[in-house]
């Protein structure tokens, strides 16, 4: 997936579970709840079920987690 369809593509609606998520609503990418990124759905590796947030990787988690701002 290119930046541009990215850029232009619609923000998918997902439910967060345990190690799985499931589409609610089509789209190409998710977005950051720390930093705002949009994150591709076929990158997608940190999100958290009890939040129902997606992250743009491993440090942003950890930081949502641990109660860090945005």
């Not at 990158?43 to 009890?50: G, K, M, P």
Request: charged share 25%; net charge positive.
């Amino acid at each position: 997936m290119s930046a541009k369809d990215i850029a232009t593509g619609q923000e998918a609606q997902l439910h967060y579970g345990q190690g799985e998520f499931v589409v609610l609503r089509p789209g190409r990418f998710v977005v950051c709840a720390q930093t705002g990124q949009r994150i591709p759905i076929d990158t997608l590796r940190y999100w958290s079920h009890e939040r129902q947030e997606a992250y743009a990787g491993a440090q942003e988690a950890l930081r949502a987690l641990a109660g860090g701002r945005r």
